[in-house]
């Protein structure tokens, strides 16, 4: 989504060009820059970062701007599928990150959604967020709708519920085991501590509307002063990466990842407004990596940041382990379409 602070400059002059592999000129290099020694590109004792790809920043595939990315998953098939907030839904190489397909997205009456978490179900079918509403709903590879998963009314954007527009569902992933599916709201609803934030969650069941997705156990996650999560993806054991994300005007972007557990937190779907009071045992966090201390590895940036390395972060998946058993993890930042801002992909190695 679109940060609450308005960044300083409009969309003008962008180039298109055609899609980019890792190979190809301009910022392609910089996929090139792989790791030597894990401690020379490390961002902390727990997270690594192997390289970055700009490659397909400002460019386009079948008439079809590539960027705004806001959610990766991995496919079936081991390539990658990225939705974009302005209905876009894109198959990407799992290797060189090059679009092999994109299919639009609309609502039940073909308008246009603010998509923002992605799944890839067992079956193939996407499960995808927007925070329009906001709402989960199941499509086919295609894009045809399905089905769609009931909300809380609590969730709902105001007036129908108390969350704030922009601030709704940004992350979704499914759990281990593949029958719980759960999405982070991105800010905290009105009557709620300004940094508590609720995680939603549904279990799968046989037949039943929505897929077979009825609404389960609900969970309270604090986020740091002024941060928002854009992301959050299941750990094979059941744990969560999560995202925190904010932006400053003329400073740029703060991008801390976390390492958070729900398995002992309270159901907090009974709990009118959370404020931190006793009795409410919050999902527990330990801070991975503050990504301002990753190495730049020769990164630019368009606008200030604290380091050139970080844009506007929004989309994480989980693509494999390496061979010392850390997690491989994608990121991708989500440039607006902005021509300050850059479509850029980041791989991590994430010790946990």
């Known amino acids: 989504m679109r940060l609450r602070t308005v960044l300083a400059t409009a969309v003008a002059g962008l180039a298109t060009a055609t899609c980019l592999t890792a190979a190809g000129p301009a910022n392609a290099h910089a996929d090139t820059n792989a790791a030597t020694t894990p401690d020379s590109h490390a961002c902390s004792p727990s997270v ?3 390289r970055f790809s700009d490659a397909l920043d400002k460019t386009t595939y079948d008439g079809t701007f590539v960027g705004n990315f806001s959610a990766l998953a991995v496919d079936r098939d081991g390539s990658l599928a990225a939705v974009s907030d302005r209905s876009a839904l894109f198959g990407l190489d799992g290797k060189t990150l090059a679009p092999k397909a994109v299919v639009p997205l609309a609502d039940e009456s073909g308008a246009a959604l603010d998509s923002e978490g992605l799944v890839v179900d067992r079956d193939g079918t996407r499960l995808i967020s927007s925070e329009t509403e906001p ?3 199941r499509y086919s590879r295609d894009g045809r709708i399905l089905d769609r998963p009931p909300v809380p009314d609590a969730l709902k954007v105001a007036p129908a ?5 922009n601030g709704t569902f940004e992350g979704l992933t499914l759990l ?8 982070s709201m991105e800010y905290a609803l009105s009557g ?14 046989k037949g039943g509307h929505g897929g077979g997705f009825q609404l389960g156990r609900q969970y309270a996650y604090r986020t ?4 928002g999560v854009p992301e959050v993806q299941a750990t094979p054991d059941g744990r969560l990466l999560v995202l925190e994300r904010g932006f400053t005007a003329g400073v740029g972007n ?3 990842l976390y390492l958070a557990d729900p398995r002992h937190a309270t159901d907090t779907s009974g709990v009118e407004n959370l404020t931190g009071q006793d009795g409410v045992r919050l999902i527990k966090k330990t801070l991975l990596a503050d990504l301002v201390n990753c190495p730049s590895l020769g990164a630019t940036a ?3 940041q604290p380091n050139p390395l970080l844009d506007n972060i929004e989309g994480m998946a989980i693509t494999g382990r390496t061979g010392d058993r850390r997690l491989k993890v994608l990121l991708v930042s989500d440039d607006n379409q902005n021509a300050v801002q850059t479509t850029r992909f980041y791989r991590l190695r994430v010790r946990i």
């Open 48 to 50: 690594s970062i192997d």
């Open 135 to 137: 709402s989960v709903r």
């Open 161 to 165: 519920g108390r969350a704030v527009s």
């Open 176 to 183: 281990p085991g593949g029958r719980t599916l759960l999405a």
């Open 192 to 205: 709620d501590s300004t940094d508590i934030v609720r995680f939603q969650t549904w279990r799968k069941t």
């Open 224 to 227: 740091d002063t002024g941060l």
């Open 254 to 256: 703060t991008v801390r």
């Open 302 to 304: 368009k606008q200030p």
